[in-house]
Every structure is written in structure tokens, then in C-alpha cells.
């Protein structure tokens, strides 16, 4: 018996203690044997479909269903399965019901651990009968579907199975082939060869593969491709190929190879297509082929077909890319093989005697007709070869187009090269002219039989020509080169150009040739030297202080810088609703006499202002809506400035504006736009200085008396009081005394209030923080604490700020009580700090009056604190507002500051 592996066994008894020991007696029989129990069938049935036996042991005599009607049930599923009936009711008649039924075996339960011996040896000998079975059907199958053939040869050469494609290969039937020796399926002297080379080989080996003839029933020889493996019983497994048809598609595309170069060397469609048809008729054998090339308006042409193609259908007809199979291929691109054409509906013609059909697209091109008059004549041998003709004949025609594309297209970039405006040049490695368009003879003066072998340096100056040997250096490094340099005329007249070379390589990536293009500058570069002295007149325009000012300076630069003798500015006038005349030329006031006033009502220049839009005309004798109908001026450019006004060129000559005029002119449009905007602020700026000097001067002299006016007559006042103190004892004095105190506060901070009131002029970095700080110190806190951690630092008068937070720090201290807590940082905007509180804070509607002069809500208070606190923050250009803090006091936030 074979070494077997683990074997899964269910036993199903429906008592207990047989069940538990029959299988701990079983699995101490035999180590392999692995028992699952099951107390009924239907127990069992469960049991099955969640594990995978190999064996059911079954008791007899069981509660709700039998033994015998268990394993009825376990044969509908499984019906190779073994299943042993192992019961103590033992008799011929169950016996004979259990075989019957179906079963493997039957075992009659006894005393003594021997019966479980015999179980266990039933057991693994039916398991064994059962994987072997297996094993054989597996191979069976196997051999049944595989596309080569395979044979089993026993040690006396003897065939005991073969599948049918080995049969086929020997041209008989597996049943007439199984017995025979395999010396009937080689000639005699491949069995010398057997016996004396290849079997030695395999038995030292163990396998061989290689190549033989083989020999059919028939007596026809073939290429028999064969693979031999030694089996353990000293047989061998064979299996073999018919190599025949490897042969012949192997000597097909040698002569496809052959095929191939003459296609690509066609130079014709036909040439193509004669080469094809040829190629399939004797390198592959079909000899009923043709081609159809697409031609426009006719469809598919026959233009190359075999001679047996006549013979069958006579001359091929011209075919429409919508009728029948062939033109349904050629539009849909795929391949269509046909067995047998007469059971296609779609077929071009219904009484044709062809048979089988291959059609192959070209793409654009036409379509490949391989035909026979025979039912299913082509295999996969015959398509893929034709497959592979139609790619190459593709290929070839795909070329032809593309050369004769590509003579159009020299054609046309010929046109192209002559129609540019630049130069385009192409040089050989020394320096040769090779190829050029129009323009470099149109330009240098020097015809083509001139410029035919010439150096390229000779179109340069002396000086010119080491910068283009530097190109040509660079080019060669990096690929490309770009430099200015004058070209020099037949006439020797100097031109400025730019040229932009770079690298032609060969198919070696060698260097062959370098090409290149030329452009004309001279208007770039006067365009250029116009910007730069633009430039230089700018910085005086930039500075003009006033309007009028800019207006005369833009006309003086636009006359000397632009050469535009004929050139005027009108500003708009908001009060006027117009635009007013600031200034023209001299030349400009003989042609237009009194420089007009431009208002609301169609003049070309108030569209042009209106519009925020250039405006050129070529010729203002063509324009209804101009001014002056009578004017000489005939070419003009109305210039926006933005919300300023405008500034006019005109001259007497129609279309007397180039591209450059027109160019410079906006760009001193867009400057004087500039120095227009720069002298309003400036203006603006002055006028603000002026009213915060008169501000301030109010201030000082409002100081002034409040500091001396008011205070003196004070002193005396409460000098007075004291010494009438001294004369009589009276409560009246006190009130007095009480009074002029109170006076004194109010003096002291409506002077603060004054000079807070003053703009700050010059501020500085401040650390707030460190600020804070020191502030705190310098007021009457008591027990009061501060939190202040913050690294915010920004910019202002620090003496100011002092008295700012001074007050605010006073004002928690005098309204939330001694021992308040106040809290100083950034806000989380970034854009300034606040100063917080948890004191019980302010009525939401009374916010908008704390910084009113006078308000206090504390007895002894002068009402001009946080009115203080709001002329330090306007003063340096900042916001304040009120709002409650998140512990529900007082929270002041500084908005606007620069931090830094």
C-alpha cells in the first residue's frame, strides 16, 4: 500500500460512547486517520458541508433516519466518496442493502480492539482506491483537453492511454492506437534512432525533448515535435506536436523577409500592390489573393489580383465602402475571417462560388482579399501570415503618402520660407551657405548665383564676424546661440539683426549642419535708444510739482525726445465738467490757432478720455465726429491720462504713425499719467501739512491759555480762601477749597486734552510690553494687578502711548475697584492691542458715550480721561472702541497700529 497523506473521516453513531470511542480507537490505530463525529444524519449532512471528508463511516440502526437511508443521502452529492457501514446489527441482508446502496464496505461491529484494526485498514485502503481513481480521471481529463498530444506508454512499449489529439497526430482513433507498440507511429530508421540514441538518453536523464519524423497510419511523413518523461513504473509519458505547419510558416517569413524589401521599395501604390499579391501566392501558398486600393469618389479599385482569382470570379469588380463584407472591413479596420461566405447575408455577391474568405484592412488605403473556393480552407497559420503581409504593404503605402506629403510639404515651406519677413539660412559645418529663402538676397543685394557657396561670415562686418564665430562655438556646445550684430549689404550698408541659430544633427547625432533666422531691429533698436532717452526725461517729468507743471514738461519731452513737433495736453476741470487746455507746441498753436475746450458733447478726444482708450486715426477727413471739420491735421493719436485728461499728437500727413510712434507715445501716456497722479498727492499732502500746522498753532495757543489764563487766577483764588481760613472757621471755606481742587483737575486735563488733540509727527518703535510696564508703576494701582506678556512691538510716540495707557490703567483702577486685574496684549488680527479689565464693566448703552468731554461716572472724576485716551489714538491715525471683556469687564481695543 502507497504512503498516504492525512485523511479526513466523519463517523456518525448515535451513541455516545460508541461514537467517542470508535474514534479515539481509530485515530490510536492509525496517526493519519483524523475522525470528526456526527450523532445523527442530519448531524452528519451539516457536518458535510462545512468540512472536507474523504471517508464517511456510518452506524446502521440510528434514530430518525438509518445508516442505509444516510448514505442514499450522501450519493446524491457525493457519489465517489467512500462511505463504510460499520454496525453491531450485523446480517446478510443488511449487508446486501448497504452494497446495494452503494457502499464502499460493510464491517459488522465485534468485542475486542481488533475490529478497529480491520476499520482503519478499510478505511485507508478505500481512500487509496479513492485518490488513485481521482488521480486517474484528473489525468484523464487532462489529457482529454489538452491541444497536444499525449500518450502513456507502459515499460513494454505499449500504448495504454492516448488522448485524441495524439491519435489525430498518428491520423487514427484513441481506441485503434491504445495496445499498439509505438514503433507504428515512426518510420524504421527513426526507431534505430529511438532505441539507440533517445531512449538511453531518457532512462540517464529521466527526460528528453527534441525533434523526430513521424509516420501516420497513411504512410505520410511529418515533423513530429516530441517530448519524453520517465514514469516511476518504468513507462513513459509522450508528448507530441505536429511541427509541419511551424516548418512551413518558419520558410514563410524568410520569404516574407524578401517581400518586405521589395514593398519598401515601391514607389507606387501598384508597385505595392503587385508585390503584395505575389508574395501571398507563392511565399504563402494562397493563390486566390487581390488587393483593392481606396481611391476618392470611385471606392474600392482593384488594382492587383492572381491569376487563379479570375479563374474563379473572374475580373474583380470595383467595390462601394458600403457594400458587402468587404467594404463593411475596410470601414470598421478589422480583420474578418469567413469558413463559409454562402451563409453570409451581407456577401457582395449571392451566387459566388467562393467559399472561405480572409479580409484584411490597409486602413485608409484598401483592403486584402485572400479567397477559396473550399469550406473552411485557412487556419491560424494562413491568418496570421496574411496579417502579416497587410502590415507590411500598410506600412509601405503609409510611406509613399508620406513622401509624397512630404514633397508638398516642401513645396509649401518653401512658399512659407519666402513669404517671412526675416531671413532664414541654413550653413554647413564650414561656415557654407546651403539654403536660404527670398528675403536674404532681397536684403543683402547679392542674387542667388551670388549667395550660392558663399562664407557666411561675409555678410557681417570685420568686427562683426569673431561674434558670429562665437555663436557657431556655442551652438556646437549647447545647441543654440542668439547675438545682435550689424548685416552687411551687397552696397556695404549696415542693418542691425538678430540672429537666432541652432544645431541640425545627422542620424549618428553628429552635427551636420546649423540653421538659422535673421530679424531686423533697426526699428527695436531706435525704439530702444527712444526708451532710454524717455528715461532720462522722466525723472524731470516725475518731479514737476503741480499739474500744469507735468502738462508743460509731457509737451516739452514729447517735441525734443519723440520728435512729435505737433502735440497739446488737456486737464479735466471737475467743476467745468470739461476738458481745459493746458499747453501745446508751437507748431501745434499755428495749425489749431486757440487750443479748444473738450466738454460732454462727441469730440473724438472727450470719447477717448471717456473711454479710458488710445484712439488712432489714420486720416480725420474720414471721421464725422471730429472738431474741427476744417482742419489740417489729417493723422492723429488722442492719448487717455488716467482721470486727468489727455494728450494729442497730430501731424498733416495721413497714417503718419508707425508702430514705434505709437508705442513710445503710450509709454510717456502711462509716465505723464504717473507724474499727474504724484503731483495730485503732493498737492494733497501740502494742503493736509497746511491745515495741521493751523490745527496745531490753534492748539498751542488754546495751551497757552488754559496753562496761563485760567491757572493764575486759580492760584490767587484758593490763595485767598486759605487766608480767610485763618480769619474765621467756616464750612463754606472748605467747599471752596474743594471747588478750586476740582478746577485745578479740569485745567490740568483740558491742557492734556489740547496737547494729546496735536497730530503725531514722528513715531518710533515701541516695545508695548516693557511700556506697559513702567506705566504701571507711575500709577496709584493700590493692590491691583497687571498682566501684560506679550513680545508685541510697534511703531509710535512713546510718550503719548505712555499717557494712553496711564489713563486706561487709572480708569479700571477708579471704576473696578483696587484690587482689579487688568490684562494687556496683542490682538489676535494683528493689527493692535487691547487693554481688559474684570471689573463689572460698561452698559452696552453707554459705550458710545465714555470718551465724550465731561463724562465721568465717578464722583471725583473730570470727564476728560478717556476723551485723553481717544485724542492719543487719533492722533496717531488709530481707532478705539469699547466693548465687555470675556471675564465681563471693560475691554479697549487699539485698531489700526503699525506693528512691527
Not at 514738461?553 to 471737475?574: C, F, K, M
Not at 452696552?844 to 465721568?856: K, V
Request: aromatic share 6%; proline share 3%.
Amino acid at each position: 500500500m502507497s504512503e498516504l497523506a492525512h485523511i479526513s473521516i466523519l463517523y456518525v453513531d448515535d451513541d455516545p460512547a460508541v461514537r467517542d470511542l470508535t474514534a479515539d480507537m481509530l485515530e490510536r490505530e492509525d496517526g493519519r486517520l483524523a475522525v470528526a463525529t456526527a450523532s445523527s444524519a442530519s448531524d452528519g449532512l451539516s457536518h458535510i458541508a462545512t468540512a472536507d471528508i474523504e471517508c464517511f463511516v456510518s452506524d446502521y440502526d440510528m434514530l430518525g433516519r438509518t445508516g442505509i437511508e444516510f448514505l442514499h443521502a450522501v450519493r446524491e452529492e457525493y457519489p465517489e466518496l467512500p462511505f463504510i457501514i460499520f454496525t453491531g446489527q450485523g446480517s446478510e441482508a443488511v449487508a446486501s442493502d448497504a452494497f446495494a446502496s452503494g457502499a464502499t464496505d460493510y464491517l459488522q461491529k465485534g468485542l475486542g480492539s481488533e475490529q478497529y484494526a480491520t476499520l482503519a485498514s478499510k478505511i485507508t485502503d478505500a481512500v487509496e482506491e479513492y485518490r488513485t481513481a481521482q488521480t486517474r480521471q484528473r489525468r484523464a481529463q487532462a489529457m482529454s483537453t489538452a491541444e497536444e498530444g499525449i500518450a502513456i506508454v507502459n515499460e513494454d512499449g505499449y500504448y495504454t492511454e492516448v488522448n485524441g489529439a495524439y491519435a489525430d497526430l498518428y491520423g487514427s482513433t484513441q481506441d485503434a492506437l491504445t495496445g499498439e507498440h509505438w514503433t507504428v507511429t515512426l518510420p524504421e530508421t527513426e526507431v534505430a534512432q529511438m532505441r539507440e540514441e533517445i531512449l538511453p538518453q531518457l532512462h540517464e536523464r529521466g527526460q528528453w525533448t527534441g525533434e523526430v519524423v513521424g509516420q501516420r497510419v497513411n504512410g505520410e511523413r511529418y515533423a513530429k515535435g516530441l517530448s519524453l518523461a520517465l514514469l516511476d513504473d518504468g513507462g513513459r509519458i509522450c508528448v507530441a506536436r505536429d511541427n509541419s505547419k511551424r516548418q512551413k510558416r518558419e520558410r514563410a517569413i524568410e520569404e516574407l523577409h524578401a517581400t518586405a524589401r521589395g514593398l519598401i521599395g515601391g514607389e507606387t501604390p501598384d508597385e505595392v500592390a503587385t508585390v503584395a499579391v505575389d508574395a501571398l501566392q507563392d511565399a504563402l501558398e494562397l493563390p486566390v489573393a487581390g488587393l483593392h486600393l481606396y481611391e476618392e469618389g470611385d471606392g474600392l479599385v482593384p488594382v492587383a489580383w492572381t491569376g487563379k482569382t479570375e479563374e474563379i470570379i473572374g475580373e474583380p469588380p470595383t467595390l462601394g465602402t458600403d457594400e458587402g463584407i468587404i467594404g463593411s472591413v475596410f470601414e470598421s479596420g478589422e480583420v474578418r475571417v469567413d469558413d463559409d461566405v454562402s451563409t453570409v447575408p451581407k456577401r457582395y455577391n449571392p451566387d459566388t462560388d467562393i467559399r472561405s474568405q480572409i479580409v484584411l484592412p490597409l486602413a485608409e488605403h484598401g483592403v486584402i482579399i485572400i479567397a477559396s473556393d473550399q469550406v473552411a480552407e485557412f487556419d491560424d497559420t494562413d491568418i496570421e501570415l496574411a496579417r502579416t503581409v497587410a502590415t507590411h504593404v500598410t506600412a509601405a503605402l503609409d510611406r509613399i503618402n508620406r513622401e509624397r506629403a512630404l514633397t508638398e510639404e516642401r513645396r509649401f515651406v518653401r512658399q512659407a520660407l519666402d513669404a517671412l519677413d526675416d531671413l532664414f539660412y541654413v550653413i554647413d559645418r564650414n561656415g557654407t551657405v546651403r539654403r536660404w529663402n527670398t528675403q536674404v538676397s532681397e536684403v543683402t543685394g547679392y542674387t542667388d548665383a551670388e549667395i550660392e557657396g558663399m562664407n557666411a561670415t561675409a555678410f557681417f562686418t570685420q568686427e562683426g564676424r569673431s561674434e558670429v564665430a562665437e555663436a557657431g562655438e556655442k551652438i556646437r556646445q549647447t545647441g543654440e546661440a542668439v547675438i545682435e550684430a550689424d548685416l552687411l549689404t551687397k552696397d556695404d550698408q549696415r542693418i542691425p539683426y538678430e540672429f537666432t541659430g541652432s544645431q541640425l544633427t545627422d542620424t549618428d547625432g553628429e552635427v551636420a549642419r546649423f540653421i538659422g533666422i535673421g530679424r531686423d531691429i533697426s526699428q527695436r533698436k531706435l525704439r530702444e535708444e527712444m526708451v532710454a532717452d524717455l528715461h532720462d526725461a522722466t525723472q524731470d517729468l516725475i518731479t514737476a510739482p503741480d499739474p500744469q507743471s507735468v502738462a508743460d514738461r509731457a509737451i516739452q519731452t514729447a517735441q525734443r525726445v519723440l520728435e512729435q513737433p505737433i502735440n497739446g495736453v488737456w486737464l479735466y476741470d471737475a467743476d467745468d465738467d470739461a476738458l481745459q487746455p493746458a499747453g501745446m507746441t508751437n507748431q501745434a498753436a499755428s495749425l489749431v490757432g486757440k487750443q479748444p475746450v473738450y466738454t460732454d458733447g462727441g469730440s473724438l478726444s472727450w470719447q477717448a478720455f471717456e473711454a479710458g482708450e488710445l484712439k488712432i486715426y489714420d486720416d480725420l477727413q474720414a471721421e464725422p465726429q471730429r472738431l474741427n471739420a476744417e482742419t489740417t491735421i489729417r493723422s492723429e493719436v488722442i492719448v487717455p491720462l488716467g482721470e486727468y485728461g489727455v494728450m494729442n499728437f497730430g501731424s498733416t500727413s495721413p497714417d503718419a504713425f508707425s508702430q514705434l510712434d505709437v508705442s513710445v507715445i503710450q509709454i510717456l501716456g502711462r509716465t505723464v499719467e504717473a507724474a499727474l497722479d504724484r503731483a495730485k498727492r503732493e498737492e494733497q499732502l501740502r494742503s493736509q501739512r497746511a491745515e495741521l500746522e493751523r490745527h496745531n498753532e490753534r492748539l498751542e495757543k488754546f495751551a497757552g491759555v488754559v496753562s496761563h489764563d485760567l491757572r493764575n487766577p486759580l492760584h490767587v483764588a484758593e490763595g485767598q480762601v486759605k487766608l480767610a481760613q485763618t480769619e474765621c472757621d467756616s464750612e463754606h471755606l472748605e467747599s471752596a477749597l474743594d471747588a478750586h481742587e476740582r478746577m485745578r483737575a479740569l485745567i490740568e486735563d483740558l491742557l492734556t486734552v489740547a496737547q494729546e488733540g496735536q497730530q503725531v509727527q514722528e513715531t518710533e518703535p515701541v516695545a508695548l510690553a516693557e511700556l506697559a510696564n513702567g506705566c504701571w508703576e507711575r500709577v496709584d494701582t493700590e493692590n491691583a494687578t497687571l498682566d501684560c506678556d506679550t513680545a508685541l512691538e510697534l511703531d509710535a510716540d512713546p510718550g503719548r502711548l505712555k499717557q494712553l495707557l496711564e489713563n486706561l490703567f487709572g480708569n479700571a483702577v477708579e471704576h473696578a475697584g483696587p484690587a482689579v486685574t487688568v490684562q494687556v496684549g496683542a490682538l489676535a488680527a494683528e493689527d493692535g492691542f487691547y487693554v481688559a479689565d474684570d471689573g463689572p464693566g460698561i452698559p452696552a448703552d453707554e459705550r458710545e458715550d465714555i470718551f465724550d468731554t465731561g463724562y465721568s461716572t465717578a464722583q471725583s472724576g473730570t470727564g476728560f480721561g478717556l476723551n485723553i485716551v481717544q485724542e492719543v489714538a487719533n492722533a496717531h491715525g488709530w481707532e478705539i472702541t469699547v466693548s465687555a471683556a470675556e471675564s465681563g469687564g471693560a475691554r479697549f481695543d487699539v485698531t489700526g497700529v503699525d506693528i512691527r
